[in-house]
């Protein structure tokens, strides 16, 4: 069982709102990162972090922010949520394997936004 | 540019039958190769990650096969039963980054 946990699985929400999007993890991961999964599509890393107090932005331009205060949590935020911002939003945190030195990642069950 | 592209797109086979799927990556350098399955609604979740130096891995009915020469990538699910319907999904490494390359997946569906 993951030990990685976000809130809302699902939000269905009207354009112009402010939204954060929960993601906590209890396995003491320094490494957590933010994909967006549109369906059918691959995973975008859109924001990542290395620790507490830092945050660096992913592949993927997004308007979403993030925040590290503690070591288990790392929200996303939306200011103004649009439509365009409709999408699953994936939470991971990672280890490294000792052998390989390989991070893996365990992903959160997902946060579907929807913006009308 | 860096490229992880699967095949097929998608695969419907009945329960109880072998099946195999594809992963040709354009990758490098090249640290590591992962498959991962994600159900429905759900998270991906690791099946196997082998580096440059493993050949074949195994997890269960899940076996994955790397031939770094030709960036060829299989996964081969032995006896498939009905909870192996989801989408799988290859990802290749870089290197010592944590920037992953991530395949659209092969969504499967075991019939009865």
């Known amino acids: 069982e993951a030990d990685i946990y976000q809130t809302p699985r699902y939000l269905v929400i009207g354009t112009g709102k402010k939204i954060t999007l929960e993601c906590s993890q209890t396995?003491?991961?320094?490494?957590m990162y933010w994909y967006q999964q549109d369906p059918g599509m691959e995973l975008h890393l859109i924001h990542y972090?290395?620790?507490?107090?830092?945050?660096e932005k992913g592949d993927l331009s997004s308007e979403s922010t993030v925040s590290r205060i503690r070591t288990e949590h790392f929200p996303l935020t939306l200011e103004s949520a649009r439509p365009s911002h409709t999408s699953q939003y994936l939470c991971?945190?990672?280890?490294?394997?000792?052998?390989?030195?390989?991070?893996?990642?365990?992903f959160g069950a997902g946060s579907r936004l929807t913006v009308l | 540019k860096n490229q992880v592209e699967q095949s097929p797109q998608s695969l419907i086979i009945l329960e109880g039958k072998n099946c195999t799927l594809q992963?040709?990556?354009?990758?490098?350098?090249?640290?590591?190769l992962r498959w991962y399955k994600q159900d429905t609604g759900r998270g991906p979740v690791s099946l196997t990650i082998?580096?440059?130096?493993?050949n074949t891995k195994s997890n269960g009915r899940y076996t994955a096969t790397l031939d770094a020469d030709t960036k060829q990538s299989s996964l081969h699910i032995t006896a498939s039963q009905l909870s192996d319907s989801a989408s799988y999904i290859c990802?290749?490494?870089?290197?010592?980054?944590?920037?992953?390359?991530f395949g659209t997946g092969t969504l499967l569906a075991v019939q009865p």
């Open positions: 992963c040709n990556y354009t990758v490098s350098p090249f640290s590591n």
């Open positions: 991971a945190s990672s280890e490294p394997i000792p052998s390989s030195g390989a991070n893996v990642l365990t």
């Open positions: 082998m580096t440059f130096s493993e």
């Open positions: 396995m003491g991961h320094d490494k």
């Open positions: 990802v290749v490494s870089p290197g010592a980054t944590n920037k992953l390359i």
């Open positions: 972090s290395y620790g507490v107090n830092s945050t």
